[in-house]
């Protein structure tokens, strides 16, 4: 009888082990293959189980290419330190960030070795070291002086909670993502990065990525490239002229009027005097909303401004209004609404009593009295002078150069991706390393007096003001200008959390370095990621930043690629009671750590990967581990009973090795990994059968459930594996081959059906001829046959025999 599987001491001896002896080594000879998660904000609730799916889902891949191609695999881990939600949990606990995000860094460091996982420590970073931070302020003073780092004063998204700027994408359905207030306006000197400057390449290069498809749409419907023209309208009795940017320059005869963002420099110059106050009040109050809040499909709001512009085309003049559903920043920052044939704008155009010019028709036939926008993609031209008759469709390809040709607008792309809003008005974060001089301007700290180190201060609380907590600290601020020498002072601004996470998994690979970011021979050798685990939530933020950041290096030729990560896969969210998010404020947060000490990290890691799906969010129900543990239990018994009992192989163990080689190997790389749980123990429960009349399983086979069981529960299987009399680790072991030929099955169960109705079930050989299957058959329906006339008989090889029969 095999000894009491204790997991306690079983994975405690392990990980000894693999500290003391590691089992992933770098002898210069293997193929590389970089594995990496997503590094962990050290927020102070540490890790839950959710959590610990992805680094399990990570963990099994990278242990499986250790086994698969006998790779060296790089699978460090890091820590994303800086930015709101240390500082946010800083200022609730009343601790510096620095000692809390330690002591939190202290905490989930023990959680994630906790797993199991094969970890490269040596190359653990931190973004709020020194060390680090100088070559995130390196990277800036490189986009300053390639001209991809600028100031502007301009409104943005501000959260009254966090006191902080936010991104756009980090404004959800008009409140801030972080602690859900709603989020304001407020004007201020920010830092930009260019990102617009490679919208191109960032769409077009998700073309080679081995990602999920909907990222690549994500990413796609953010950068929003559009194909149209813009079209100039000059204004009323004025020298000005209003451009709008459209994509639908065939519908340009059924612009009725315009609309212009309550930003737009010529809003308010525009306004007649009886107009003026109603203008000045509207532009007031579309300072007070985000942008996320103004392109809601909410009802339409706006004001006349008393102007007119002049349609180009059939020069008729059409009102110029303001309206906050159109942006400062999206094109022009002015429309012509055709309303006719777009919803938004038929919407407007009923509110405020605006006229509706059909000018696009299904079959030519105009509608009277239009209840709702015609927004088909095509049809036949009408109401348009000398377009009319055409097809819309190849009008809207022509009609760019028609406009260009007659010298009242261009042919023109634009995006709906805008440049990135960088520094923040916090403390915690990577100071930005720009000297402000009376006499030079901005300037560049010189390379080699980076890093500018982040001053140690007594208050960090965000200020109302919307200036940086750095602001206040003279003795820092106050410096001498690089350039002229003369007094100057520091930019008090700081960097967002995402600056550190841009560009993190290139220094994994070379983080003692303190000459450079990255040595070239180590990025060529070992970089990009082959595999990114995380989560969806990232697609538009950390993964479009990181691909910018890539970018931009290979450019300035600190790295020979352009993407950073070959491949992703996204992880679902294991969610609480009721289907809802884990999270600490809600109280529904599961931590492993009691389970880890109940049922055995190995116990743990299994139903992670069973619970479902790993791309699809599953609920936490605590029940289903009790009988992971039972399966591992089991499987332990088997082989240790197996080990001592020394039995003979048979055809039926050799087949369930081979097919189960088959079954895990195709699940692993299809990312199947909780139907391969399912195999193991569906395989499991067929050897224990075999075994109770062999007295034992072949001790290949069991070697062979091993080797596959190992990525999943690697201290069971480093155990089982020793007792099988192996001296070096399982995962030093070749993935095993199937042979397909030793795979298939000898016989199958075929369904004997009468009038289509399963009667019966019999086993056959694979092979069996027609006759020795529809006898078969009819022996096992013998009682059911007679007495009734057999009309047909019918053997579809390997799937049913079916008698047709007539009472």
Not at 435 to 449: L, N
Not at 570 to 585: A, D, F, R, V
Not at 607 to 626: K, M, N, T, V
Not at 702 to 723: G, K, N, Q, S
Request: aromatic fraction near 10%; hydrophobic fraction near 35%; charge should be negative.
């Amino acid at each position: 009888m095999a000894v009491p599987y204790n997991h306690l001491e079983i994975e405690s001896k392990w990980s000894r082990r693999w500290e003391e002896h590691p089992i992933n080594i770098n002898d210069g000879k293997k193929p590389k293959y970089y594995c990496l998660d997503m590094f962990p904000y050290p927020s102070g609730a540490g890790l839950h189980v959710g959590h610990w799916r992805g680094y399990v889902i990570s963990d099994v891949w990278a242990r499986y290419k250790m086994m698969d191609g006998g790779h060296y695999v790089i699978h460090p881990m890091g820590w994303d330190a800086f930015g709101l939600p240390a500082e946010n949990y800083a200022i609730k606990t009343g601790q510096h960030p620095s000692i809390s995000t330690e002591n939190n860094i202290r905490n989930i460091r023990r959680q994630i070795k906790q797993i199991g996982a094969v970890r490269d420590w040596d190359m653990e970073l931190n973004t709020t070291d020194p060390k680090f931070y100088k070559w995130t302020q390196w990277i800036f003073v490189q986009m300053f002086r390639h001209g991809l780092a600028y100031e502007k004063k301009m409104p943005l998204n501000w959260c009254p909670h966090c006191k902080a700027v936010l991104a756009n994408e980090e404004v959800v359905d008009g409140k801030c993502e972080r602690c859900g207030s709603e989020v304001t306006k407020k004007n201020l000197r920010q830092w930009m990065l260019k990102i617009t400057a490679y919208a191109d390449r960032l769409l077009d290069g998700l073309e080679t990525l081995d990602w999920p498809e909907k990222v690549k749409k994500m990413q796609t419907d953010w950068i929003g490239r559009s194909y149209g023209a813009e079209v100039d309208f000059p204004v009323d009795g004025s020298d000005e002229k209003i451009t709008v940017y459209t994509t639908r320059p065939d519908t340009l005869w059924g612009a009725t009027f315009m609309v212009l963002s309550p930003e737009h420099p010529l809003a308010k110059k525009l306004a007649s005097p009886e107009q003026a106050d109603a203008v000045e009040a509207y532009c007031q109050y579309a300072s007070g909303r985000s942008n996320v809040e103004r392109v809601q499909n909410k009802e339409k709001t706006g004001v006349f401004t008393g102007a007119y512009a002049v349609n180009p085309l059939n020069h008729r003049k059409v009102p110029i209004w303001l309206s906050d559903y159109v942006l400062a920043d999206y094109g022009t920052g002015a429309i012509m609404c055709v309303p006719a044939h777009d919803d938004r704008d038929f919407e407007f155009a009923k509110k405020f009593g605006l006229p509706i010019i059909q000018v696009i028709a299904k079959d030519g036939k105009e509608i009277p009295d239009m209840q709702e926008a015609y927004t088909e993609a095509s049809g036949t031209m009408i109401n348009s002078g000398d377009w009319n008759g055409m097809e819309s469709s190849v009008l809207k390809q022509e009609a760019p150069m028609i406009i260009e040709k007659m010298g009242i607008g261009r042919k023109t792309v634009n995006y709906k991706l805008r440049d990135w809003v960088f520094s923040r008005q916090r403390y915690w974060g990577e100071p930005i390393p720009i000297i402000h001089c009376p006499k030079c301007g901005a300037v560049p700290v010189p390379e080699d007096q980076l890093p500018v180190l982040l001053p140690d201060v007594e208050s960090y609380q965000p200020t109302d003001t919307g200036e940086s907590p750095l602001a206040a600290i003279s003795r820092w601020v106050n410096t001498t200008c690089p350039c002229c020498g003369g007094p100057a002072k520091r930019e008090t601004n700081t960097m967002p959390q995402w600056a550190g996470s841009s560009w993190y998994f290139l220094r994994y690979v070379d983080v003692h370095n303190d000459k450079e970011l990255v040595s070239r021979e180590k990025a060529d050798k070992y970089l990009p990621v082959d595999m990114y685990i995380g989560g969806v939530e990232h697609a538009v933020l950390h993964l479009l930043y990181s691909r910018f950041y890539t970018k931009f290096l290979h450019d300035i030729g600190v790295i020979d690629f352009d993407e950073p990560f070959q491949r992703l896969f996204n992880q679902g969210m294991i969610l609480g009671p009721k289907g809802i998010k884990m999270s600490k404020s809600l109280g529904n947060v599961v931590s492993p750590d009691d389970m880890v000490r109940d049922y055995g990290c190995d116990s743990l890691r299994i139903y992670e990967l069973f619970i479902g799906p790993p791309d699809q969010d599953s609920a936490w129900d605590e029940r289903g581990i009790d009988g992971v543990n039972r399966f591992l239990k089991k499987f332990w018994n088997l082989a240790l009973d197996s080990i001592d009992a020394d039995v003979k192989a048979t055809p039926e163990m050799i087949r369930i090795r081979h097919k189960l080689v088959q079954d895990i190997t195709m699940r692993l790389n299809q990312f199947a990994l909780n139907t391969a749980i399912s195999k193991f123990m569906e395989y499991n429960n067929q050897m224990a059968k075999i075994a109770q009349q062999t007295g034992g399983i072949d001790k290949e086979t069991i070697a062979v459930y091993v080797t596959l069981l190992a990525p999943f529960a690697p201290h069971i299987a480093e155990e089982i594996w020793e007792r099988l009399g192996h001296t070096d680790s399982v995962f030093h072991q070749p993935w095993p081959e199937a042979d397909a030929r030793l795979a298939a099955d000898d016989e199958k169960e075929i369904p004997v059906q009468m009038n289509g109705r399963t009667r019966a079930v019999v086993r056959l050989a694979v092979d069996a001829a027609k006759d020795e299957a529809l006898a078969a058959g009819r022996d096992a329906l013998k009682d059911r046959l007679d007495g009734v006339q057999l009309v047909k008989e019918i053997y579809v090889p390997g799937r049913i025999i079916n008698f047709v029969v007539r009472k």
